[in-house]
């Protein structure tokens, strides 16, 4: 028998196609290290050379006759293991030539299962490789849309030990494509929370899949816990516009709001600075109008323009701005409506004036007639909370504002009321250059 040059054999280790980078044989066992390389049997050693140069080259014509010779004289398990080895390199040159000659067209890896599972099953095939062979063969099996295979085959990766920094999101990825949605959920849960354990933050890929998914099979409580899962881990301008629009911002959002219940999300994303651009800014100051609130239509106007996301050429910024300032010239002053308020039998009027003084910005009045509609009652509590809740961040004051969200307790307005306390929690952060602000 003859030895096989470390050198030579390592030539094998990595290939690449699709950018994925794929481990292939190494050098021999540990075993046989110190003496140069593994043993071949003498008609493997005079021809595996010539084949492993021929592939190098990517001279498949020369390489394929060479090849089918070493694996037809192929009698040790070092001869099958370097045979095996060659083989799936020769598939895997092929693959890479053929994506480079033209990369629009569909790629057949099914070439690659058969020398996989010889290796998977060669008896010298070092445990640290065999995870990575395993990898690959779930790899093959999703491609192919056999994802409990694949799932298996993962499975018995991880078991080998096989760690990758992409490797649990396919695992993960896998379980959805099967069907297991509330496990895949569960995993990829779990492992956001290792990777926070460890001192580090799961990549937003990891949120932004989650999401998808759950929102996909319509499973709210879920998708609701993942946006609060992603905010608090990013909470950038674009993230809070991305998961409030998501929430309830558009015909396809998860939970359906009316006008009144949308304007205390406009209002979230008003204060975490995430209102981007015209279309939003004109909604927005359109509604409160639309609501009796033109103290903070006025302000929103006037906020857009100031920032240069609403023009001032805009002629529906122009009307509303108009038109709300002639409804408060005809409203009079909001003071004389206090005390017509403090003297209601209810507390509709205090949650009206409320209403107008959270829009100008007055948060120290609007928190004390909130109050006031509350202990008067005839009033939607969870709506006059989500306002004193709001009221409350908008001062500063983040403990009070997170028990007054707490009180929310009826669908819809609990998720905002949640949202809300969410911004209470984490605040804003400027999105990175380039990315919508």
């Known amino acids: 028998m003859k030895i096989l040059s470390k050198l030579a054999v390592a030539a094998l280790l990595t290939t690449s196609v699709g950018g994925l980078t794929v481990a292939v044989p190494a050098a021999a066992a540990k075993k046989e290290e110190d003496k140069g390389g593994m043993k071949l049997s003498k008609p493997v050693a005079a021809i595996a050379k010539s084949a492993q140069d021929a592939i190098a080259a990517k001279n498949f014509a020369v390489a394929e006759p060479i090849l089918v010779q070493v694996e037809t004289l192929a009698t040790t398990d070092d001869d099958k293991y370097v045979a095996a080895a ?147 881990a990013y909470p950038t301008t674009a993230n809070w516009r991305a998961i409030l629009i998501t929430y309830g911002l558009q015909p396809t959002s998860l939970v359906k709001l009316d006008k009144n219940q949308s304007i205390d999300l406009f209002r979230l994303l008003r204060a975490s600075g995430s209102l981007a651009d015209q279309a939003l800014y004109e909604e927005y100051a359109q509604s409160v109008y639309d609501r009796g609130l033109p103290y903070e239509a006025q302000a929103v106007v006037r906020e857009g323009q100031a920032s240069g996301k609403l023009p001032a050429t805009s002629s529906s910024a122009k009307a509303i ?47 004390e007639l909130y109050r006031a509609a509350l202990t008067k009652g005839g009033v939607d509590a969870d709506e006059v909370n989500t306002r004193l809740g709001i009221a409350l961040a908008r001062s500063g004051d983040k403990a009070g504002a997170t028990t007054a969200f707490a009180l929310v307790k009826a669908e819809p307005r609990a998720g905002i009321a949640q949202l809300w306390s969410t911004y209470v929690a984490v605040g804003s952060t400027p999105s990175a250059p380039g990315a919508p602000s």
């Open 321 to 367: 701005a108009a038109d709300s300032a002639t409804a408060i010239r005809e409203e009079g002053s909001l003071a004389a409506q206090e005390k017509k308020a403090s003297a209601g039998a209810n507390g509709k009027l205090s949650q009206q004036v409320g209403d107008a003084y959270l829009g100008q910005g007055n948060y120290a009045k609007a928190v």
């Open 86 to 232: 060659l083989r799936y390199d020769f598939e895997n040159q092929k693959l890479a030539a053929a994506q480079a000659a033209n990369p629009k067209a569909p790629l057949d890896q099914t070439a690659l299962a058969k020398p996989l599972d010889m290796l998977i099953a060669a008896k010298n095939t070092p445990p640290a490789d065999r995870g990575k062979y395993l990898f690959r063969r779930g790899q093959l099996a999703s491609i192919g849309g056999q994802y409990q295979v694949a799932t298996q085959y993962y499975q018995q990766a991880k078991a080998a030990g096989y760690t990758d920094p992409d490797f649990e999101l396919q695992f993960i990825k896998t379980k959805f494509q099967s069907g297991d949605t509330t496990g895949g959920l569960a995993d990829l849960e779990a492992e956001v929370n290792k990777q926070e354990a460890a001192g580090t933050k799961a990549p937003e890929a990891y949120y932004r899949y989650a999401i998808a998914q759950a929102n996909q099979k319509q499973l709210k409580p879920q998708t609701m816990t993942w946006l609060k899962k992603y905010i608090t």
